[in-house]
């Protein structure tokens, strides 16, 4: 099964404690799509300006990233700048440039109309709908989100959520969505606004998994070092949303639970390197290995 993949496509500088690397390729798109295809063939959707660089097609094509969907036209890519603190969680952004982002109206080769799996990664809620409409009855739609978007465009967001199987955000974000301390609150009540299944992200201390009477709670791989974490998130929708495509059956809890492991695996790798550097020569083997440890860690003696 093949996965539609909406979102943004940026050039980033990113600024660390001991870094600082500029126009690196970024965008929730970009590293969900780098991250989806490790399971499914993936189609994308956004747009670039003149000044990127076509060995970024080049990578998408040996990913087997079908890049039909992705405009690019006069202008600058959309940019973002963001600075980390000491402890490489914090982050503040220092500038965002819409650029390209201002006009685009979306619109779906043929090709793209009958994807059965579509990820709305990071991008404004009108656009992620925008997209969602002009695919006919899809399967499974998964979507994430942002504080900007909670903040500013709260209807778009709204109105997209009954549209949802599978909402993921972080956990401020979901804490200021429905003004809740407690994240298990918080949790089933963005479930009860529309979308199916919703999981909430927190970081180095792993994810919730929240379905009607299901739950589901996973650790995070344990990292010694991290050189970059700009992606993260992104990097985990993809690999949720890709091993889900991944799936022939109707999608279970049991497989949302391996998504959600996989999409840890995932952002564990990306935040090793700068950029999408680390998704770029990752192999299955390296995936499929940090997957057993992953549940080797989570077991416990006695245990089934
Ligand atoms: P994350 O670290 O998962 O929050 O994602 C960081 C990526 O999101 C960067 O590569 C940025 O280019 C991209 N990004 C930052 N702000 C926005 C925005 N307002 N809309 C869409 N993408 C954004």
């Not at 990113?14 to 799509?33: C, I, M, N, Q, R």
């Not at 990071?122 to 909670?150: C, E, G, S, Y």
């Not at 992606?231 to 022939?248: K, P, R």
């Not at 564990?268 to 680390?278: G, P």
Request: with cysteine.
């Amino acid at each position: 099964m093949s996965l539609l993949i909406v979102g943004s496509i940026a050039l980033d500088t990113v600024k660390t404690p001991v870094e600082e690397h500029s126009d690196l390729l970024g965008g929730s798109a970009s590293y969900a799509a780098a991250a989806a295809s490790y399971f499914s063939p993936v189609k994308l959707v956004g747009v670039v300006g003149s000044d990127f660089p076509k060995s970024e097609f080049d990578f998408w094509k040996s990913r087997k990233i079908d890049t039909a969907g992705v405009q690019q036209v006069e202008g600058k890519t959309f940019r973002w700048s963001g600075e980390y603190a000491w402890d490489m969680n914090t982050r503040e952004t220092r500038s965002t440039e819409l650029n390209v982002f201002e006009k685009f109206e979306p619109e779906l080769p043929p090709a793209y109309r009958e994807t059965d799996f579509a990820l709305l990664a990071n991008i404004a809620p009108a656009l992620q709908m925008n997209v969602l409409k002009q695919i006919q009855r899809p399967r499974f739609v998964v979507a994430d989100t942002m504080n900007l978007w909670i903040e500013t465009t709260r209807k778009d967001l709204d109105a997209l959520l009954p549209n949802v199987d599978l909402l993921i955000l972080n956990d401020s974000e979901a804490r200021e969505m429905v003004k809740e301390t407690s994240l298990i609150k918080a949790g089933r009540r963005i479930r009860e606004s529309g979308p199916r299944y919703v999981a909430i992200k927190k970081g180095e201390h792993g994810a919730l998994l929240f379905g009607e009477d299901e739950f589901f709670s996973c650790g995070a791989y344990p990292l010694e070092d991290i050189h970059d974490p700009t992606g993260a998130g992104d990097t985990f929708a993809g690999g949720m949303a890709g091993y889900l495509a991944s799936t022939v059956r109707k999608v279970t809890f049991t497989d949302l639970r391996k998504a959600m492991i996989y999409g840890s695996v995932l952002a564990s790798f990306c935040v090793e390197a700068f950029s999408l550097d680390r998704l770029r020569n990752l192999t299955m083997e390296q995936i499929n290995e940090r997957y057993e440890t992953f549940k080797l860690m989570s077991q416990f003696e006695g245990a089934e």
